[in-house]
T-cell receptor, first 114, second 113 residues
Framework: DAMVIQNPRYQVTQFGKPVTLSCSQT?????MYWYQQKSSQAPKLLFH???????NEADTPDNFQSRRPNTSFCFLDIRSPGLGDAAMYLC?????????????FGPGTRLTVT | QKEVEQNSGPLSVPEGAIASLNCTYS??????FFWYRQYSGKSPELIMF????GDKEDGRFTAQLNKASQYVSLLIRDSQPSDSATYLC?????????????FGKGTLLTVNP
């Protein structure tokens, strides 16, 4: 089945220790998004890739970086995690050019910072 | 700041009743509207999308859109306990390569057996 996969599902890191979250997709979608979601809050868009074009949200901290080496994979790097970065990180994909550009989410990675 | 507003709830309905979830948005240029269901600790799951004024039905779900009032709603008929979840409204903003969705905080729905 075509899907969006995120690894790991749960990640524990120490304060200040870099961490990388990964996302892969078999949908062949050209757009990939990274969201941060904290408890009882809306998913907050961090950045997205339209093909290889990177689009950063204005309020995304510099501590968050992303890489998309190919169509299928996208990575979220948190260079120096703080306690406030503990959250669910969601990867989503969409196929730009379709009538609705609906986004499909992966299962998420729950990040804990100790 | 483009905003999407939802009543956070909780909205509690008995099993078999109709649940009505509402959403308003601020960007008059928005064209596409989505409802996602999110179970506790899980990721959002797309259940409906709509882009024309009026109603769109899919099984027990009906999405309603009124662009003049900047209002979109989701009706769930014959509510089941398995429908208990947070329902997120999402609205498109931007265009071209900057197309993206803005989400509301969600409405928590509880269906009581």
């Amino acid at each position: 089945d075509a899907m969006v996969i995120q690894n790991p599902r749960y990640q524990v890191t120490q304060f200040g220790k870099p961490v990388t979250l990964s996302c892969s997709q078999t949908l062949n979608h050209n757009v990939m998004y990274w969201y941060q979601q904290k408890s009882s809050q809306a998913p907050k868009l961090l950045f997205h890739y339209y093909d290889k074009d990177f689009n950063n949200e204005a309020d995304t901290p510099d501590n968050f970086q992303s890489r998309r080496p190919n169509t299928s994979f996208c990575f979220l790097d948190i260079r120096s995690p703080g306690l406030g970065d503990a959250a669910m990180y969601l990867c989503a994909t969409s196929s730009w050019g379709g009538p609705f550009n609906e986004q499909y989410f992966g299962p998420g990675t729950r990040l804990t910072v100790t | 700041q483009k905003e999407v507003e939802q009543n956070s709830g909780p909205l509690s309905v008995p099993e078999g009743a109709i649940a009505s979830l509402n959403c308003t948005y601020s960007d008059r240029g928005s064209q596409s509207f989505f409802w996602y269901r999110q179970y506790s600790g899980k990721s959002p799951e797309l259940i409906m999308f709509i882009y024309s004024n009026g109603d769109k039905e899919d099984g027990r779900f009906t999405a309603q859109l009124n662009k003049a009032s900047q209002y979109v709603s989701l009706l769930i008929r014959d509510s089941q306990p398995s429908d208990s979840a947070t329902y997120l409204c999402a609205v498109n903003t931007g265009g071209g390569s900057n197309y993206k969705l803005t989400f509301g905080k969600g409405t928590l729905l509880t269906v009581n057996p």
